[in-house]
């Protein structure tokens, strides 16, 4: 189960963006592209959305019997000797463009159009947690409890499934669309009508980008 909050609060956004005192201009001097750099990177780290994931990682084992007979290989499950997990995993997502490095190579403009290639989105994984208290097991009499290290195993794979289904969330075009509404405002305020105003990312990111778009993680495996 997912849960998107699509974090587009316009006028906090341009607040972050700008000064809101931009006078309109309608030439294309030499000084509006500096002026426009100067404003876009105000908007510093402009978060866009965030996602909301549960996750129920599960396992289970049981002893088998292996060996030959007559020359024929068998395998044979052990009765009463099974063992299950299921691991509810709660993890928040954040994308976000950073504009820090917004430089003039990021504006092109030709005549009445400009176009923006916004910096590389990233995505933070602000928190997994596990809810001990949710954590459903069975365990045959004859077998083991699960230790503490196969615990940490099952925590870190339902982690690294979160991480690999993120392309498939479309929070990455979550980033797109949030920075263009709050771009786009503001280059309308510098005089460019907004069907003349391009935002784009410099290329479509795929699940092979993933770990240069990743940024933070913080895991929190305590009670509450």
């Known amino acids: 189960m997912k849960k998107l909050i699509f974090l ?6 341009l607040a972050s963006c ?3 005192k931009l006078t309109k201009q309608t030439d294309r001097s030499i000084d509006t592209v500096p002026v426009m750099v100067m404003q876009i990177r105000k908007c510093s780290k402009l978060y866009t959305a965030e996602y909301q994931v549960h996750k129920i990682v599960t396992h289970n084992d049981k002893v088998e019997l292996k060996g030959s007979l007559f020359n024929r290989k068998i395998n ?3 009765p009463m000797s099974e063992r299950k997990i299921a691991i509810p995993i709660d993890a928040k997502l954040k994308a976000y463009v950073d504009f820090n490095g917004f430089t003039e190579k990021n504006v092109s403009i ?3 159009k400009v176009e923006i290639t916004l910096p590389d989105p990233k995505v933070e994984l602000v928190s997994t947690r596990v809810d ?4 459903k097991k069975h365990v045959a009499l004859i077998r083991s409890n699960f230790t503490d290290a196969e615990m940490a195993s099952y925590e870190r794979q339902g982690r690294e499934a979160i991480i690999k289904s993120i ?5 990455i075009d979550m980033a ?7 771009l786009v405002p503001m280059l309308a305020r510098l005089g460019f009508k907004e069907e003349n105003i391009t935002i784009t990312f410099r290329k479509e990111f795929t699940a092979d980008d993933l770990p240069l778009l990743l940024e933070n993680t913080t895991i929190e495996n305590g009670r509450q």
């Open 176 to 182: 797109r669309v949030g920075a263009t509404h709050a």
């Open 110 to 112: 030709r005549g009445d």
């Open 8 to 13: 587009l609060a316009a006028a906090l956004a």
């Open 18 to 20: 700008g000064d809101g």
């Open 132 to 135: 001990h208290d949710e954590i």
């Open 167 to 171: 392309p498939q969330m479309g929070i």
């Open 76 to 78: 044979i499950g052990v």
